[in-house]
């Protein structure tokens, strides 16, 4: 009996410790979060009207944040179809990063509550509008943070959105499954060219590396 008594005391002191550990890791997630301030131009050319924002929070810890917000359709008039566009600006003030969310049916006076969560470093403000469009991004690639337009690079005038890579193209390329295509595709193009030297070229190749050539 007197074991059975310790194991249970055990058992309790375990779970005690997880569910607090819970709790102090919750409250220390939360500080490490900070509000940011934000702007909101709620005008929107179609319509000549504006929407609304009422209940806004949005705050940021170092590496992601997120945002929630009553969005009111204040226009007068019926949204088929919009977007909120969202940029966020770092600590130098230089744009980090832009969300559109897509806003659909909003009659007149309508209410919709949006919540986003962003991954972004540093971000210290925000500011929203209303846009009819996101922009077209189909020759658009993103490299570590840097967005290029591959009809335009770097404004040079060098188109290169049908420029393919073993079959894929460069608008493509980017994301894992295709990145997985298009190594496979290099080591089968490897692997064909490796077998079409003949067994002399390699000889060949030897002399020349360790000089002899």
Known sequence: MERMKTFL?????IIGFLIGSMFLEDALLKAM????PGEFNGYYTPTNGRFRI???????????G????????TTGTFIDQCYMKIDLFNAQD??????????????????????LKFKANNIEKLTISMVENPPDKTNII???????????VFGLGIDLSNVTI????????FTWSNI?????????????????????GYGMGWLFVVGLL
């Open 9 to 13: 005391t055990y058992v309790l002191l």
């Open 33 to 36: 979060y900070t509000e940011i």
């Open 54 to 64: 009422e209940n806004a929070n949005a705050k940021a810890c170092r590496i992601n």
């Open 66 to 73: 997120y945002i929630s917000l009553d969005l009111l359709n």
């Open 94 to 115: 230089l744009l980090a990063h832009t969300e559109y969310i897509e806003i659909k049916g909003m009659q007149p006076e309508d209410k919709k509550t949006l919540n």
């Open 142 to 152: 993103n490299i570590l943070g840097w967005e290029i337009d591959l009809t335009n």
């Open 166 to 173: 073993f079959g894929t193209k460069l608008t493509d390329i």
């Open 180 to 200: 997985k295509v298009t190594g496979y595709r290099f080591g089968t193009w490897f692997i064909e060219l490796a077998e079409s030297i003949p067994l002399w």
